[in-house]
């Protein structure tokens, strides 16, 4: 059981590129998603997904596009990268598609970005 | 919209040293309440949760109270160890959020010998 599994660790674009964070969890988690981590700002939430066919935007999803094709994978593109979006990113799943709920978050180790 | 507010950090200790780092929160209806922990270069771990007024969680010697009359879940530790060191999240999971996580900004914490 891998958990929340994501690639790359780190990753280094020019303004303008394109790339694709990948995010696995073998765990059946209906609810995933993605937030992005800065300085001073704690985590915010990019976009989210209650299970395959279905996303939705959270606080901060301008420059990014996520699909949720099967239950297990949650990628996030980055369509033209803009140094605005050098950040941390980290994946998130769990179980359950309600609101309110108190299951945990289980959050994989994250992928550090750059944009020059 | 709902929010997490905590304490600015870094905060420094010496090891057994009490531990308190604020964290109170704004939300309508009856949010369930968080505490994560984040080492150095690694994502994120539930540190321990409350889900309704006056719920004590508790973890590897941390506690917190989900306070409804004072909207607050301060973390605190009798006797911290310098593995304590680490940034601390708190967070709450709301009625009008999907099930979205809201953060606090973090504080981190720092554990002398």
């Known amino acids: 059981n891998a958990g929340v599994t994501q690639t790359p660790k780190f990753q280094v674009l020019k303004t303008g590129q394109s790339m694709t964070l990948q995010c696995a969890q073998d765990?059946?988690?209906?609810?995933m998603s993605w937030y992005r981590q800065d300085p001073g700002m704690g985590l915010r939430l990019i976009h989210y997904?209650?299970?395959?066919?279905?996303?939705d935007q959270g606080e901060v999803p301008n420059g990014y596009n996520v699909s949720r094709s099967t239950t297990e994978d949650f990628p996030l593109r980055l369509l033209s990268a803009a140094p605005s979006q050098t950040s941390v990113y980290f994946c998130?799943?769990?179980?359950?598609?309600?609101?309110?709920?108190?299951?945990?978050?289980?959050f994989g180790p994250g992928t550090r970005l750059t944009v020059t | 919209g709902d929010s997490v507010t905590q304490m600015e950090g870094p905060v420094t200790l010496s090891e057994e040293a009490f531990l308190t780092i604020n964290c109170t929160y704004t939300?309508?209806?009856?949010?369930?309440l968080f505490w994560y922990v984040q080492y150095p270069g690694e994502g994120l771990q539930l540190l321990l949760k409350?889900?309704?007024?006056?719920d004590k969680g508790s973890n590897k010697g941390f506690e917190a109270t989900y306070r409804k009359e004072t909207t607050s879940f301060h973390l605190e530790k009798g006797s911290v160890q310098v593995s304590d060191s680490a940034v601390y999240f708190c967070?709450?999971?709301?009625?009008?959020?999907?099930?979205?996580?809201?953060f606090g900004q973090g504080t981190e914490l720092s554990v002398k010998p």
């Open positions: 409350a889900t309704k007024a006056d």
């Open positions: 997904s209650v299970g395959a066919g279905i996303t």
């Open positions: 939300a309508t209806g009856y949010p369930s």
């Open positions: 998130a799943s769990r179980k359950g598609r309600t609101l309110n709920s108190n299951y945990e978050q289980y």
């Open positions: 967070a709450l999971s709301g009625n009008n959020q999907g099930g979205k996580l809201i």
């Open positions: 765990m059946n988690h209906e609810y």
